[in-house]
C-alpha cells in the first residue's frame, strides 16, 4: 500500500537550515500533489508547501516563503523540503501528505489529503 516517510527533523540553531525528505512507496511521484505541514504541540496543523511534478506547480505560505525551497527526485521517489534562515517558531512536528488536488494558491484550503506520513520534529532553539 501507499506509504511516505519523513525523515531529517532534529534539534537545529536559530538561523540554521535543514532539509527534510519524504519518501514514497507505492504510488509515482507524478501523480500525486506532495504537500508539507508542520504542527506545534496544542496549535492546528499549517499548510506550508506543495509540489505537484506533472503540472510542475509549487507554493509556498506566507509564514515560510523566502526561507524555504521544494523539490523532487522522481528518480527516488522523494520530495525535499530545504529550509533556511530557522527561527522559533518554525519548531512543530512536520508531515509529509499526498493527494489529487492540484497545487496551487488554493491548496491550503483543503481539508485533508489521501495519504500521510508519521512525521519529523523539528526543534529550533532559541
Known amino acids: 500500500q501507499v506509504q511516505l516517510e519523513e525523515s531529517g527533523g532534529g534539534l537545529v540553531q536559530t538561523g540554521d537550515s535543514l532539509t527534510l525528505s519524504c519518501a514514497a512507496s507505492g504510488i509515482a511521484l507524478d501523480a500525486y500533489t506532495i504537500g508539507w505541514y508542520r504542527q506545534a504541540p496544542g496549535k492546528e496543523r499549517e499548510a506550508i508547501s506543495c509540489f505537484a511534478a506533472r503540472e510542475n506547480t509549487l507554493y509556498y505560505a506566507d509564514s515560510v516563503k523566502g526561507r524555504v525551497s521544494i523539490s523532487g527526485d522522481t528518480a527516488k521517489n522523494t520530495v525535499f523540503l530545504r529550509m533556511s534562515g530557522l527561527k522559533h517558531e518554525d519548531t512543530g512536528k512536520y508531515y509529509c501528505?499526498?493527494?489529487?488536488?492540484?497545487?496551487?494558491?488554493?491548496?491550503?484550503?483543503?481539508?485533508?489529503?489521501?495519504?500521510w506520513g508519521k512525521g519529523t520534529l523539528v526543534t529550533v532553539s532559541s
Open positions: 501528505a499526498a493527494d489529487e488536488r492540484p497545487c496551487g494558491n488554493r491548496w491550503p484550503l483543503y481539508s485533508g489529503a489521501d495519504y
